[in-house]
Structures are given as structure tokens and as C-alpha cells.
């Protein structure tokens, strides 16, 4: 099935947690000739032009919290992430512990505090668990990106990857809603629904037009959502000082 613009960004927004859902497209319900910000542009116009802006932008930060159908749980994230494939933020899975990501250069480095590994070793021994616990807890560790588990993890490190896959989505059902605020910048909703999927997109209405936050509301769930902030800001991802593991030679 054809995914629209808009769920087609929701999509690669959440592709770090491995969300997978599909959307159809309706029709666009906004006056033909809308007034105030992006005056003349139907929904899909507008999702456009934020598909542009923010595939284009040097860095964004995510933040939020989203599903991820392959655990059956959820992703907390917060990372900062540029055009460059670098990339540094925390991780935390059903909120059980935490999880430190850094790729710069040709490698990953990751740091787990001892509730995310215990909490991610269900099924194994004590043994093996404790092992890993004592090994790993609160220890930087790397991974050359020549390996597909480092691979996998630095997908979602590079803007472009997360975000540039969606050109070939259709906007058409995509409707303009109201104008709000979001943290404080102008912003105008975008709607679009495929069953008791729900997706509301905000889109900054001064400056550049760079989308500003997703929320995904599915039937009695929880709301996921995820916020785009701090563009063009550096990311600070610099190789960890001191001892690091070097998973690869283990």
C-alpha cells in the first residue's frame, strides 16, 4: 500500500523503535483558498514543503516516546542527529534503565547503565546476565560500523536515513487543522487518519517551515509522539574518553 507524505514522515520518524503501520489517503477537507500562514497551500502543499526543509536541515534533536511492534513495548530517545551520520542521545526501552549512543567516525560506542541490560537479558541465565552486568554496566563499548548489529544502530543516526525516505509518499490526504503554538513557535496542524490511526503533524509557520512535532494516537493507547527541536544545533558526538571495550575484538 502507497503511504501519503505524512504518514510516510511519521514512519521515519519512529523507524528507530521499528514502528510499522500503513495509512491511506483521504481527501483534503481545507477551504481552497485558505487564509493566514501558507495562504493558498492545501495540506499536502504544506507537508511537503516541510519535508524539504527538514531533510535539509544540518541537525535536529528527537525527542519523545514511541512503539516498537517488533518488542511489543516502548522507546524513550532523546538524540541529536545531523546530515553527516553522527549522532548523540540516550535510549531507553519500557522505561527500564538506559542506554548512551554516540557514532562519529567509522564506529558506535554505547554505554548501558545495569537495569538496561538486565531488563534487555530476560530469558537468559543469572549467569550469563550477571556476567554481562559485571562486564558492561556503565562501561563505554565500541562497534566498527563494518558490523550489521553497529549498522542497525547507526540508521537512525543520520538525518537523511530517518527522514529522507518519504518523497515518494502522497500528500492527498493530508488536511490542514488550526494554527497553535509549540513550545512557544507559530505552528500549523496537520491531520490525517487511517482507521483508529490518528496522525497530527505541527509545522512551523515563521522562518523556515520545519516540522516541530508528530503525535500518533491509535484507539485506546497511549498517544506516541515525537518532537523535532534545537535545529542546526552541533551535535556534540566526540569519541568517550578513557577505557572503552572494544566489542569486535571479543
Known amino acids: 500500500m ?3 507524505a505524512l504518514a510516510a514522515l511519521c514512519l521515519a520518524a519512529a523507524a528507530t523503535a521499528g514502528l510499522t503501520t500503513g ?20 495540506g499536502g502543499q504544506i507537508t511537503e514543503r516541510a519535508l524539504k526543509a527538514t531533510t535539509g536541515a ?9 512503539d516498537d511492534d517488533e518488542s511489543k513495548g516502548t522507546v524513550d530517545l532523546d538524540m541529536a542527529l545531523n546530515g553527516k551520520g553522527e549522532c548523540a542521545g540516550t535510549l531507553s526501552m519500557n522505561g527500564q534503565g538506559k542506554a548512551d549512543l554516540i557514532r562519529t567516525g567509522s564506529s558506535v560506542y554505547m554505554k548501558y547503565d545495569e537495569e538496561f541490560l538486565r531488563a534487555q537479558s530476560e530469558g537468559e541465565s543469572k549467569e550469563d546476565t ?22 542497525d544502530l547507526a540508521s537512525f543516526c543520520d538525518l537523511n536515513s530517518v527522514l529522507g525516505d518519504v518523497s515518494d509518499g502522497d ?17 500549523i496542524a496537520l491531520h490525517e ?41 552541533p551535535v556534540p558526538a566526540q569519541k568517550p574518553a578513557g577505557k572503552i571495550i572494544d566489542l569486535d575484538a571479543l
Open 130 to 151: 550477571d556476567a554481562a552486568v559485571d562486564m558492561l554496566a556503565g562501561k563505554w563499548t565500541k562497534m566498527a560500523m563494518k558490523g550489521q548489529d553497529a549498522k
Open 2 to 4: 502507497r503511504r501519503t
Open 23 to 42: 495509512c491511506q489517503s483521504g481527501q483534503d477537507s481545507a477551504d481552497s483558498k485558505p487564509k493566514g500562514p501558507f495562504a493558498g497551500l492545501s
Open 193 to 233: 487518519k487511517d482507521g483508529k490511526e490518528r496522525y497530527t503533524a505541527y509545522v512551523a509557520t515563521e522562518g523556515k517551515p520545519y516540522l516541530l512535532r508528530i503525535d500518533i494516537m491509535s484507539g485506546a493507547k497511549k498517544p506516541e509522539h515525537l518532537s523535532f527541536v534545537e535545529y542546526g544545533k
Open 58 to 66: 544540518p541537525s535536529v534533536r528527537l525527542k519523545g516516546r514511541i
Open 171 to 187: 500528500s492527498a490526504g493530508t488536511t490542514r487543522g488550526k494554527t497553535t503554538r509549540i513550545d512557544g513557535v507559530p505552528a
